[in-house]
């Protein structure tokens, strides 16, 4: 089944055309690699798929909500990592003890049990990345857009970010410059 489908699609950043006619379907389940070389348009297309802005032509179709995985990772700099993920649970509709319980898991999961009470202003690159990588997940996204989940992480937290990502039961698009990680996807879809 079809979870996302866009035909057409061209995208602009002031005069300048980013992306242009493009086609594309994910499937339930399906895991993508978006490659291409830096200024392709791999955040604008993103972002566009994910309603962020709007396409300068062509269509989209989603069937549920897309969850992005900023590359600038979008965290609250003002909260704890734990405090990061409770507000998409709770956003998603979970409340209280449960929205407690599942940032713990999912930041356990990412190897970040010892800093979940740390301001993200107090963590590491790496770190802040797999907080926004514990948030996208902790929320059971259908559709998950990440760019560049695992630029700033070394080899092992790599893996681990990697093996949470495709773990999931989420269509995933994630865009990249590795080719190790494109490996991993059903395929590679290559912007120019």
């Not at 969850?67 to 209280?96: C, I, K, M, P």
């Amino acid at each position: 089944m079809l979870v996302l489908s866009c035909q057409g699609v061209s995208c602009h950043a002031g005069e300048r055309e980013i992306v242009t006619d493009f086609a594309f379907e994910l499937a339930e389940g399906e895991r993508v690699a978006l490659m291409g070389p830096s200024g392709s348009g791999k955040t604008t297309l993103l972002t566009t798929l994910a309603g962020l802005r709007p396409p300068s032509s062509g269509q989209i179709q989603a069937t549920g909500p897309i969850t992005l995985l900023f590359q600038s990772y979008g965290l609250l700099s003002l909260l704890t990592a734990a405090e990061n993920v409770e507000v998409a649970l709770r956003a998603a509709g979970h409340t209280g003890r449960d929205a407690m319980r599942r940032a713990e898991t999912v930041l356990a999961a990412l190897g970040l049990a010892e800093y979940a009470a740390h301001l993200v202003e107090e963590l590491s690159g790496g770190q802040q990345q797999r907080v926004a990588v514990a948030r996208a997940l902790a929320v059971g996204p259908r559709i998950l857009l990440a760019d560049e989940p695992t630029a700033e992480q070394d080899t092992d937290n790599r893996e681990l970010v990697l093996k949470e990502l495709l773990a999931g039961e989420a269509a995933l698009v994630i865009a990249t410059h590795d080719p190790e990680v494109a490996a991993l996807c059903d395929r590679v879809v290559a912007l120019r």
